[in-house]
């Protein structure tokens, strides 16, 4: 058997997003909902927007968990901002 390549590079470049969004001050919410969505991709889901919108909630839910009930600091960026 052959490796499928496509699933593992959008996993890694969701990954890249994340960090990269993180670095350049993006926020944690909008590189998880990125993360989330292509990780979906990679295990055969076709609804990206969907996915998108879906990590957009978890990503919400963790950093009110995180920042708020918790008192952990998560990167900041335009979307935390206003929370």
Do not use: Q
């Not at 969701?14 to 909008?30: E, P």
């Not at 990206?48 to 998560?74: C, E, N, Q, R």
């Amino acid at each position: 058997d052959s490796l499928d390549w496509n699933p593992i590079i959008l996993i890694l470049g969701g990954l890249a997003c994340l960090i990269i969004l993180i670095a350049i001050g993006g926020g944690f919410m909008i590189g998880t909902a990125l993360l989330f969505a292509t990780t979906s991709a990679a295990f055969g889901r076709r609804a990206f927007l969907t996915d998108l919108l879906i990590g957009a909630v978890i990503a919400v839910f963790v950093y009110l968990l995180f920042a708020k009930l918790l008192t952990l600091s998560l990167p900041a960026g335009p979307l935390e901002r206003l929370l």
